[in-house]
């Protein structure tokens, strides 16, 4: 019997895809959930798999990853999106993609599924990731192949008794470790501001410190390395950041994207760490570096913002994007100290031992020709 | 006698240069000095230039062609810093090269004379002005030829009974209604705050209001229109904005900029309503345009800016950027609203005529060839 | 019943699509046949569409259309592929949108269809263009529905009695007036030179003329408006270039791109007065346009290049670039003259009213504020 | 006594130098000239220098040091002026920058001079490629100091009995290994063909052999390596390249640029061997990487030229743009079949290991977080 290998969130629709994908391609279904830092109960999303029909249901821990391999290397590049917002869901998709990829390969599946609808700003993103790695593999995406509003996807479920969560919340809400994104048919109005229900990280006004709290983080490298002088690993450095920055409210961007059909799409991003680092990375880097350098950085965050965007992460663009921005990283060590207050994240100081000039000669000796 | 025609700040270097063009050069000294919103009392400028030795001193006031002329433009282009600090004076340039070119007609001078120094990002951003409108015209910057600190000079202009004034402030100011800019050797230890005595148009934290203001700035076709839903000239708009966000301390900029050498520059910006009215245009602009033009609008806005900063004002390139961006501006009308607090400007709500997708089918009829 | 308008090109797939999109979408099937200059018996093709099945079938002359409408737009443009090959195909695809849009109108249908198979470089770019000029129009595509072989389809065909051409010629190739472009499995050897009879506009090698020709393009305003002085309409001057540079195998281009996946893509192009008007224009642009305006419209260039070949003609980013575009054009008049010699086109000449320095200087007069 | 270092080029601005910067400077010079295959009898030139005054005459052969260290990054990198032209000058000054370094050390000298006019599209490029090495040293240009036209020059020199060359050609001709580029007042009628004899390394038509030549270049991670399957070293390549493509007329280039002001500045360049070598790279690379690079590659060849002509090749920026381009020229090793006929460059051929899409994958293991 041949078997498909599922990226399982524990959601409506990746849930009904299970009995789906059994029926339609005549296929066991193994679940793959990845754990990148969304929260909830990742036991109970196995659990959920494995009533819905799974024959195996894996979860993978790859918040380590995420930070180190994905979240650093588009900090470094400074890749945001053009408004500001930092890229965090598109970020953790080349990992989905890879966990398919390994437990394929494990279970000798002959093929992957996900429950991406073909909606959205970057329909094929994960398509494209998937192919990075296998261009050969078989991909199948049954929320592009039914014609289910969601309402009868959950009529589809409960007829087939698979346990999905009630469909009371209009926001649709994804994240990892790195940001929180929300959009809603109740967000649709854009003179309307979001109400305040929906953040979670980020404090409300009337609950933020009367007083600016002053942090400063150290970079090496362009890699974030200390809190206060308190050297810590990635993930507790962005979780404690996550939490300092999200007491004072910052890290809350309200955007609208129109698409070429003229639609537009309001997001709602979370992101107290993910602004935070931005803001004192791109800070530093002005400082030790020069103009001309800086000014080709920007173009560089932006085809780099456009790859996360796109899906490209494993191809042959990455890794040359790479290249540029850690030679331009090799200066980028020092300390920035920045003043959180009421939702703000203002840069108040900044130093480090590339601010002289010194070092801008090229390190090879000056050698006569004969 | 030769005539020379001197852009006239009132400063030091500006005041030593008459004697000095007048000994050098054996040419009779015509000042201009051009207002532009800087502030200080003209007249005594005018009566300074005339001390000085200056046979005539005009002042022109270029205040409302500052705003329609040069800064709508570059507000409508969204042409920032890459650290997202308005310009300020280099948007001033092109009209004091254009006062220079019309007062040498008038009084059928042979060279003009400015002083620039030299040093700086872009020394030869006036020349540049000045060449776009007449290549052939003399152009003489003394303080480019003398070789004097600015002690050496306030000798120089005591020993020729000059009045200037006093060399007790560290720092160097320079601005227009768009914002000010502040350099100093005291401002060299990036590391340590700028202090608050800096600052004249943004409060200090102690002073702003503990509550926050919410302002909705109106656009038609990309211009500011009206605050609040009052209709108002651009120099009061500009004015007003600048009284509100101001005594939220909004428009705060501390950057510093490196040059190919490694020497580092660091500049203190306060620009309260650019700050306001840049993050206001940019967020309409997105939400009435789709992604893809979003995208090379950013694209234009880059060099826009490096065309302000180099002195390209008066050049086909910007002629040919600004029908670009006056097309993309069709769409720019609608209102954003704002809030304002603790030195914080954030975007809560935006409505637009253009928000709804009908008008992106093009508007010539479907013609059937035969 | 449901009536589908089907772009029809009179070949296996389009003409397969006729009985096929009667027995799937039990619809009504009337084709439209755009003639764009790509040569055959367009006649032929229509009496080919009724014997398929289709109840109406319709041929819209836009050749005109073509050549001033979108050919001219992309060359003052400057709109390339980055390897130098000038965008035929692609160009065309806009004019076969509003084709089925038009007659959609006319016939009341209520989808559009297409031969597109969704391979290639740009799969979705005829959709692109079809939602631009209506978001809410639904579109079929039976060769992205149908999983079938050339071979398979032809079989299919043929049960159907659908007459189709034999499949013997092993390239596939398509075209217009602008240009036709050469793909084939035959072609895949990169190393291996792609066979003199691909070419029929063309001379090879031996044919070609012992002398070198040279021919004089006039421009005004970026438009070609005369060969030798002598003015002719559009589609007249394209077809005297291509005859006069394909006489001396001017426009042959052997192309490859590769796709992310890895995958090669080798396209054999031919286009002599494609390349010859884009070498022209390109030439006498940068005669009589200062530097700065040549680097700028390369980013342009290159930008509307991906807009054609995305199929986002009709987009509000389209004409944004073309308000730049058109305004750099002002000065592009004047004649250039080229020599034609074995397969080269080189430029040995150019004029322009523009060529001097006078007219940089900005139009409006010099205002003085007060 | 104060020593100078002057770039000495043999020509009559750097030997009227020699007295003018021994009266205004009160120095000794000391000239540097360095070999970079321009051609020329250095030994008459060294020879000149010492009659002209010069208390040592240092002749240094960086022809090697051009190829590899400079010439060949720019090759990879694919870096051309807009309409083609390859920039053989403009590489060769970092290297006469080092040259002025090294002597000025070796000889305990306080300033370095150059006969750079500060006229031409980058005045300044020598200047601040002397600065990328060393921000603190003294640069005297008497070019830019002394107001004399040619004849002046020419008139000083005679008085002082400086061994000049007549001033008989009005043609300034410049160049090294990498291509010869002429300017001249009598070039400005840009409607006129520039005379046959202007070239010295392309033969005119009538001398052209009747038959195409075929040749093929090898290429390893970017760098050319062989000829017709003959691996020779890079200087040997280059001039081997310049006499077989020389022969058939390849490597003629007709420009006009335009300044700011307006004024039009005609190049002829001649440039076989980098205009064979930089057709075959572009094509190569395009075959093995995809199109995502290649559109990126040609953003990175726009900066990497401008960098050049403006002197920034000692600079962090263009170490990055150099770790950029490494990467991509992983995959850039093949051969390249070029035809050269009639002045023209075809390609008719390619072959790579890397063609194959087996390598796109990333090495790294596919690893399970846990």
């Known amino acids: 019997m041949e078997r498909i290998v599922l990226a399982y969130s524990g959601g ?22 990845v754990d990148l830092g969304q929260g909830g109960e990742l036991e109970e999303v196995r659990d959920r ?18 930070a180190r391999a994905c979240i650093v290397p588009a900090l470094k590049a400074g ?5 500001g917002a930092p890229l965090a869901l598109a970020l953790g998709r080349p990992l989905v993609a890879r966990a398919l990829l390994t437990i394929t390969g494990i279970e000798r599946a002959t093929a992957v599924a996900h429950g ?8 094929g993103a994960l398509d494209t990731a998937i192919r990075g790695l296998n261009p050969a593999l078989r991909i199948v995406a049954p929320a592009r192949e039914w014609a289910m509003t969601r309402q009868e996807i959950f009529d589809y479920a409960s007829r087939r008794h698979i346990p999905v969560p009630a469909l009371s919340s209009p926001f649709s809400v994804a994240g990892n470790l790195w940001g929180r994104s929300i959009t809603s ?10 109400p305040d229900e929906l953040y979670v990280l980020t404090k409300p006004p009337a609950e933020r410190p009367s007083e600016a709290a002053c942090v400063e983080i150290s970079f090496e490298r362009g890699v974030p390395a200390a809190i206060n ?15 300092i920055a999200g007491a004072h409210g910052v890290g809350r961007l309200d955007l609208v994207e129109r698409r070429p059909s003229g639609r537009e799409s309001r ?3 979370e992101a107290p760490a993910a602004v935070v680092l931005h803001a004192a990375h791109a800070d530093l880097e002005a400082f030790v570096t020069i103009a001309e350098v800086e000014r080709f950085s920007r173009i560089v965050s932006q085809q780099y913002a456009e790859l996360i965007a796109s899906g490209l992460w494993y191809s042959p663009l990455r890794t040359a994007l790479d290249a540029f921005v850690d030679r331009v990283q090799e200066r980028v060590t020092g300390v920035v100290r920045l003043e959180l207050f009421q939702g703000g994240c203002r840069i108040v100081g900044r130093k480090s031992p590339h601010a002289g000039c010194g070092d801008t000669a090229p390190t090879q000796p000056v050698v006569v020709g004969a």
Not at 52 to 60: E, N, S, T
Request: aromatic letters at 2%.
């Open 229 to 243: 002088g308190v050297a810590m690993p990635l993930l507790d450095l962005i979780s404690s950041l996550t939490t």
């Open 185 to 194: 048919a109740d967000l649709d109005d854009s003179w309307t501001q979001p």
């Open 79 to 83: 890749a945001m999106l053009d408004a």
């Open 116 to 123: 991406s609808s073909g909606r959205g700003p970057h329909p």
């Open 12 to 33: 409506l629709e990746t849930s009904a895809a299970i009995p789906w994908l059994r029926d339609a391609c005549g296929a066991e279904v193994i679940t793959v959930t």
């Open 267 to 269: 997001i709602v991003h």
């Open 49 to 66: 798999a494995l009533a819905a029909g799974a024959v195996r249901a894996h979860v993978l821990d790859l918040r380590e990853e995420l």
